[in-house]
């Protein structure tokens, strides 16, 4: 597990805590490349505060076209498109940040959006001095995931590993319904891969919301089951909605875990051997 020091303006760092996302340049693609799965971020305010105001770790990673802070906002466009999605362990309340953050030194390592801490003395120093001034444990809480969100993050990120735009909950136009995740190849195009993930609950509904995107799309329709749904399925497919059978896929969420298992290892070897 590597640590992280992800440095921002306050303003920044208020959007960022609203969605718990954080973004780099394309210059810091390589950095943003190495962050993995767990990896310990500190958040560190660089102006007016100059110090420590929260950490947390990593949950995810995605290349972004849509403007999300101030800046991105009002010059319509994308300046910080290599995104990291982060779980916050605790943040300061805002009013607190000029007076309790912690002020390690950091050196250059605060100039730019993200950089490594390799020396772990140090920090074993920051988290010393976050536990004790801020009387907080610095250990990361994890929260309960549902299946349906974590299958569909696997299939989110084995979107990313092929390089397409990824966007999770991604808004029907026409309707007021929203599609579990969606791969487009380009910004300006529409969904190419489009995926419900059914643990649960209503399979009309999915199969209706797949069926209308590859009506109006023509996009590639993916619906992922559990194995014990699998019949149930069949039997919709077989019946009322017989007129997208010859191009659905029907996936497993074995299949996901095992295609995300075995894609994830061959990017990270890829990289390793400079092929990325």
């Known amino acids: 597990m590597e640590t992280w020091v992800l440095t921002g303006s306050a303003e920044n760092w208020e959007r960022a805590l609203t969605a718990s996302l954080w973004g780099v340049t394309e210059k810091l693609k390589t950095r943003w490349e190495r962050v993995a799965r767990d990896d310990l971020l500190l958040f560190y305010c660089k102006s007016p505060v100059k110090g420590v105001i929260g950490y947390g770790k990593v949950k995810g990673k995605f290349k972004q076209d849509k403007p999300f802070w101030a800046e991105e906002i009002k010059q319509n466009r994308v300046i910080w498109p290599y995104r990291i999605e982060f779980e916050v362990g605790y943040v300061l309340p805002r009013p607190d940040w000029v007076r309790e953050a912690v002020r390690a030194k950091l050196g250059k390592r605060t100039i730019v959006g993200i950089s490594i801490v390799t020396d772990q003395s140090l920090v074993q120093q920051i988290m010393d001095e976050i536990s004790s001034r801020w009387r907080t444990s610095v250990k990361v809480v994890e929260k309960p995931v549902s299946e349906h969100d974590e299958v569909k993050s696997l299939v989110a990120e084995l979107g990313r590993l092929s390089n397409y735009i990824v966007d999770v909950e991604y808004r029907m136009p026409d309707i007021s319904e ?3 995740v969606v791969w487009r190849r380009v910004a300006a195009s529409v969904p190419t891969f489009v995926f419900e993930v059914h643990i649960g609950g ?21 619906l992922v089951v559990k194995e014990d749904r699998y019949d149930e399925v069949m039997r919709y497919l077989e019946g009322a909605f017989h007129e997208i059978k010859p191009v659905i896929r029907v996936l497993k969420v074995s299949q996901v875990r095992k295609l995300h298992e075995v894609q994830s290892l061959d990017y990270r070897l890829k990289a390793e051997a400079g092929l990325r």
Request: glycine share 0%; no cysteine; net charge positive.
């Open 202 to 222: 209503n399979l009309h509904q999915a199969l209706t919301k797949l069926k209308h995107a590859y009506d109006i799309w023509n996009s590639n329709i993916y």
């Open 178 to 180: 929203r599609l579990d």
